[in-house]
């Protein structure tokens, strides 16, 4: 089974940055296009951003502009650097391979308006 480890969510203020990283093992990694998520309180997960191999992105259009999706295949991470943060951005984010079911812990965001 894969292990997605995500960090780097926490508290920050509208306007602000944070940069979530999500590592997995290095042997797979290379292997799957990868995804953030996210899930707001009593609202269902959606697709955030995602990175091929390749590094083809792909973003939600209410993240564009704003968050940058991206992989380090040596190193097994992916990262998902989100700028001029919104309340509504605000929820669990969750790394995982693009189409996958199992998901991890995921990382808090909480934005403050």
């Known amino acids: 089974q894969v292990q997605l480890v995500e960090s780097g969510g926490g508290l920050v203020q509208a306007g602000g940055s944070l940069r979530l990283s999500c590592a997995a093992s290095?042997?797979?990694?290379?292997?799957?296009?990868m995804a953030w998520y996210r899930q707001a309180p009593g609202k269902q997960r959606e697709l955030v951003a995602s990175?091929?191999?390749?590094?083809?992105?792909v973003y939600a259009e209410t993240v564009k502009g704003r968050f940058t999706i991206s992989r380090d295949n040596a190193k097994g991470t992916v990262y998902l650097q989100m700028n001029s943060l919104k309340p509504e951005d605000a929820g669990v984010y969750y790394c995982?391979?693009?189409?996958?079911?199992?998901w991890g812990q995921g990382t808090q965001v909480t934005v403050s308006s």
């Open positions: 990175c091929t191999v390749g590094g083809r992105t």
């Open positions: 995982n391979i693009v189409g996958a079911t199992n």
């Open positions: 290095r042997s797979i990694f290379s292997l799957y296009a």
